[in-house]
């Protein structure tokens, strides 16, 4: 007679309940440099300018094609 390898009479068991930790603000201290906020501020910077010649570029050529 054939058995299944399986074992269906195996319990089930839940992991013992742990509440989580709620974090405050002082867990996560991510204090900035200076020279790091300065490189973010234009890194920025940057993005706006790029973004405002690439629309800056499409108004321009849009506007001088004919109607």
Known sequence: ????????NA????PKYTPIQEATMSDHTSEQTEEQRGDNFADACAAIAILALVVGT???WLAGMPS
Request: glycine share 0%; net charge neutral; aromatic share 26%.
């Open 1 to 8: 007679m054939l058995q299944c390898p399986l074992n269906f």
């Open 11 to 14: 319990e089930f068991r839940f």
């Open 58 to 60: 499409a108004v321009y």
